[in-house]
Each structure stands twice: as structure tokens, then as C-alpha cells.
């Protein structure tokens, strides 16, 4: 795929005075808004940040698919703006910013990427001080941001026990390390103390129990190992390290097989239901919803339906978009399928995985889908993480 690049300029004044620091402030700036008192209003910060940076800024032919589709979506927010309540779709207004996403995560660096993951491995080590303490959170805010104010309770279930870390409840800081396990292994040669970082964060997506995350990253160093196999140059090597892996992955499974079964069905019977946290009823109304309106959707405007005592969404990105843009989902859809290539598969894959059970992309503008642009453009992968001896040539 053919790619645009800005007209080169001189060097930007910031990268002239600032030189390495630059790194650090634009992934400060993008980090910081994703912690609970910090406004997501201040991601505004890191696109004139990164505008100053770079002195080039690439962009793909694909882009037009995706301008179209910011278009056409704010055609059908107008065909019905008597519909339109502030309170209830003032997100849907920012649907420009989607396609910032995408040239902050294109336009990343190696750099910027590694001040991320230690950014992530800092506010992890504030999760192993709040399961010390037996509370979720450092700060009152946070629990009033979440709707609870108590400790830990007394059981042994780790999913009563999610820890927040410095964000606004469990499930944000879980998908934070989990984009930080994904940087870790696409620039893990260039990081110091990467077994390090990726030990706390491990430890920390554990204590934070987000089962999707922790699923989504199983899934993913499940992928990584097959690549392994893809581009092997050493057979015997790898068949020593699939055995010993197979026998120690079997060990942990047989001895802790019923305490991780109690753990993901939180005490209960594993059933659909207990698997699902009721995202089957979410998605069931979502259904009925998107049948009703095939075409046009909730006209762009963001979808939330009542359920219970709150207004929900259906913790499906894919079904979350259809819901809100109807027929129009499909340019989004196909934007995201056709970027797709065969050697960034394997870090995007478990990103669209998570977001089948959480509303994780699409946001238009977020940590999360940042990341999820930089890993689907970014444009070659050097697989770079050493774990099993040599590095295989690229066979893309």
C-alpha cells in the first residue's frame, strides 16, 4: 500500500530545542488524559504536540475511505437533529477526532512507544499498592467516579477484588496493559529491563481481572508463538521449546484448573450467563435495536439504551457501530479490513478480539484507539522481542 508523507520541512523548533525530551511529552500527553483526574478533553493537547514534532506526518490512500465515512456520518446526524439530545450524543459530534486516532497512532514512534509502556508499568505498580492496602483505588475520587466507595471484600474472588489503579475503574487500566504487552513485544529488543516491565504488568492484569484482557493477551502470545513457528530457522529448537512449554503450560493447568474455572465464573456455575456478565442480554437489545433500524442506524448519533438503572452500550465495538451509524459501519468496517497486513496481524488480532466483549475501539478519540492505529500502520514489524535465541529473517 502506497503511502503520503507531508512536504518535508525544516526541523521543528521543538525537536531542535527539546531533542529527546520530545518523546517523553508526546507520550505524557497521550498517556495522561487516560488517568482519572486528568479530563479526556486534554487529548487535544497531543495533536498540535504532534504537529510540532514531526517534521513529516504520513498519511495512506485508504484515509479517503475513512474521511467518507466521517462525512456521511455527519449527514446522518443532521437528516435527524431533532432527535439530538447534547447530553446523550455530544461524542458524536467529535467524530472528526476518529480520524486523528489514526495519525497519532500512524505517526508514533519506536520512542514514543517505549515512555508508554513504562508509563503503564508506573501506574501498575500503583495496583500491587492498593491490593497491599485492601482497597481498589488510591483516591476517593476514583471511587466516586465508579459509583463505590468500599474495600475489598472479604472473599477470595479476584474479580470482587479489582484494583483501579490510578484510572477510574479496573476496566481502563486493563486495557492499558494490555497495550503495553503488545508495545512490549514489537519494540521489546530496544527496552531495558523489558522481563521486568513485563512481569509487573502481568502481575498487575492478573490483580486488575479483566477476563477479556487476560484472555486477549493469552490469545495473542498464543499467535506470537505460531509466528514463531511461521518464520522458525531452528526445527529442533522450537520443537524442544514447544514441548517444554506444552509440559509446563499442562502442569499449571492441571494442578490450578479448578481455582482458574472458580475464578473466571466468580464462584458460580460456568454457564453462559456467568461467562457473559449479562453482555448476552446487552447484545440481545442491541439486536432488536439494529433490526428495527437497518439502515440509518441511531443516525450516527451514540447508541445507549436504558438497562436497569443506567444508560448502557453493548460492550461490542462491532455491534456498538452498527447500533450508532447503521449500513454507514460498513466503510469503518471495511477501512479497518483492508489496512489490515499479514505482518500486523498478529498485534491487531487480539485488539478486535478484546473489543468483541468490551466497547474497546472506536471511540473516536482514546488511548486504546491510538494504539490500535499505531499497530495496525505502523509499517513493518522487526518482531524484535529475543525469546527464542535468534531472530528469523522476514519471510513477508
Do not use: C
Not at 439530545?85 to 520512542?111: E, I, Q, T
Not at 444508560?311 to 447503521?326: C, D, F, R
Amino acid at each position: 500500500m502506497s503511502s503520503i508523507t507531508a512536504p518535508a520541512r525544516a526541523d521543528s523548533v521543538l525537536n531542535v530545542r527539546f531533542g529527546p525530551l520530545v518523546p517523553v511529552f508526546l507520550a505524557t500527553a497521550l498517556y495522561l488524559p487516560t488517568l482519572f483526574f486528568i479530563p479526556h478533553t486534554a487529548y487535544v493537547a497531543v495533536i498540535p504536540l504532534l504537529f510540532l514534532a514531526r517534521p513529516r506526518l504520513r498519511f495512506e490512500p485508504i484515509d479517503a475511505l475513512l474521511l467518507v465515512f466521517i462525512l456521511l456520518g455527519y449527514l446522518n446526524i443532521f437528516s435527524a437533529l431533532d432527535n439530538f439530545d447534547l447530553r446523550a450524543h455530544a461524542s458524536s459530534l467529535a467524530l472528526l477526532l476518529m480520524f486523528a486516532a489514526v495519525l497519532v497512532g500512524r505517526n508514533l514512534g519506536a520512542a514514543e512507544a517505549r515512555w508508554l509502556v513504562w508509563l503503564t508499568v508506573l501506574e501498575a505498580l500503583s495496583v500491587y499498592v492498593e491490593f497491599a492496602i485492601g482497597r481498589p483505588f488510591l483516591f476517593a475520587a476514583q471511587a466516586f467516579a465508579d459509583g463505590q466507595a468500599e474495600a475489598f471484600k472479604d472473599t477470595s474472588l479476584l474479580y470482587r477484588k479489582r484494583a483501579f489503579g490510578l484510572s477510574s475503574n479496573s476496566s481502563v487500566i486493563a486495557q492499558k496493559v494490555l497495550m503495553a504487552f503488545l508495545l512490549l513485544f514489537v519494540y521489546g529488543k530496544h527496552i531495558r529491563g523489558r522481563w521486568l516491565a513485563a512481569a509487573v504488568l502481568f502481575g498487575a492484569l492478573v490483580l486488575t481481572f479483566n477476563r477479556t484482557a487476560i484472555l486477549a493477551l493469552a490469545f495473542f502470545l498464543g499467535l506470537f508463538y505460531l509466528r514463531l513457528w511461521w518464520r522458525k530457522r531452528d526445527a529442533m529448537s522450537m520443537v524442544a521449546w514447544t514441548a517444554l512449554l506444552t509440559l509446563l503450560v499442562g502442569t499449571v493447568g492441571f494442578v490450578l484448573w479448578d481455582e482458574i474455572m472458580f475464578q473466571f465464573a466468580r464462584g458460580n456455575e460456568l454457564t453462559t450467563r456467568t461467562a457473559l456478565s449479562k453482555r448476552d442480554l446487552l447484545w440481545m437489545e442491541t439486536f432488536s435495536f439494529i433490526r428495527e433500524n437497518p439502515v440509518w442506524g441511531n443516525h450516527s448519533m451514540t447508541f445507549r439504551f436504558p438497562f436497569g438503572e443506567i444508560l448502557s452500550h453493548p460492550h461490542n465495538s462491532y455491534l456498538q457501530m452498527i447500533a450508532t451509524h447503521g449500513v454507514l459501519a460498513a466503510l469503518l468496517f471495511g477501512y479497518v479490513f483492508l489496512s489490515l497486513r499479514l505482518r500486523n496481524l498478529v498485534f491487531v488480532l487480539p485488539v478486535l478480539l478484546f473489543s468483541l466483549t468490551q466497547y474497546g475501539i472506536f471511540w473516536n478519540f482514546s488511548y486504546l484507539d491510538v494504539i490500535f492505529f499505531h499497530l495496525l500502520f505502523v509499517p513493518a514489524f522487526p518482531y524484535t522481542w529475543p525469546i527464542l535465541g535468534r531472530e528469523p529473517a522476514s519471510t513477508d
